[in-house]
């Protein structure tokens, strides 16, 4: 009788033909076979979120696959093994470019000019933002191994800067050597380098990192000298497993200017997107907020507030701030009636920037939805995945906001008013045949902010 780990080991070997490299490297290649017993597979995995992911998305898979070996029908579980945890934090504390170990004390590093409020405790996790917030924490408590580098993107607003903050808070309480910076950050400062011949100082501050935690990344476009010298910098702190964390505005494919190979490097880790708070996630951060201002607000106004700023997280607590001076100030009693009059002239406006989107807010959206650049877009590229997002954009443009179709030429490179047409008619009819489609058009409103009509 083979043993669970052998068993397993086959398994492993069938499924890889079944589903994609990323996909098996991300979820499948460090897990184990633990026990069989009573018709049962254990599968240890290196912690609860991979084993989440493996019981939502592939667990028929994985039952089918097992059952075909053993000769049965099995159920499976799945259990967190710590011992990977503890390996791998005691493999990140001991390995170095040498190629050896070393026995150096690894120093407490303080991140200048962050704010210590931004913690995973302060952070109001959904369906939203789900996937970041859980690979954020684990790599905060098993660095270099599980996902690196962690690359997190998403609009303004959403807690991008919140959840990369929050890992350097939690990696310097536990000792490490945490460096946080931004993209235009690291540019100033090797260009500063370059011109007082000082760029050795500069390579060994962020070598001697050992967790790097870079925001705004897409800040790194164009800037070629740059890039050549954050790539090296990147390898050598790779292969000393030091935990890389990225934030950017989009997704490393939608980077314009970016060298291929660097782009390679942020998708060779987990990306994770942020995105709008859905409703229940909106009023969970109200009430959270709320309580923190050691006020009562009844739900009536906390709805209220909900629906009328549903773009991102700064929205929230800056119409709940609002509702809440205004109450204080005025005297009046916290109701729907105060709430209402202090947002009023508030929600006028968010009503009239529904009605008017600018043609930079629908082009980033479509181009980031597509994974391309906003410059690709406007530009003259003419593959079909191009072609179909500047379409939609120009649809959408046309839809929403009603531009004349010369006007919306001429915010695409000039191009010929029967062009747009052509292009928001193919659209318009993709979108009635095409449920693929018209669910695009839905979600991309839904980005923007657009509400839906039933």
Known sequence: MKSPQQIWEIALGEIQTQITKVNYTTWLKDTTGVRYQDKVFVIGTPNAFIAEWLENRLQSLIKKTLANIIGEPVSIEFSVNSTVKRQARTSMQSTYAD??????????????????RYTFGNFISGECNRLAYAASLEVSENPGHVYNPLFIYGDTGLGKTHLILAIGHAAKAAGYNVLYTSAEQITSEFVSALKSNSTDAFHSRYRNAEYLLIDDFQFLSGKVQTQECFYHIFNELYEKNCQIVVTSDCPPTAIGSLESRLRSRMQGGLIADLKSPDEETRLTILKTKAQQSKVSVSDEVLNLISTQFYHNVR??????????????LSGAQLNIKTATKALSDLISRELHQEKLITPEKIIGAVACRYELSSYALVGKRRDRKTALARHMAMYLLREQNNYPFSEIGKIFGGRDHTTVLHGCEKIAYEASINPQIARSIDELKQSLGIKMID
Not at 316 to 326: A, H, I, P
Request: glycine letters at 12%; hydrophobic letters at 30%; zero cysteines.
């Open 315 to 328: 929205e929230l607590e800056g119409g709940l701030n609002r509702v809440l001076t205004f109450a204080k």
């Open 99 to 116: 190629g050896g170990t070393s026995s150096k004390t690894i120093k407490f590093s303080a991140m200048p000019n962050t704010n210590s």
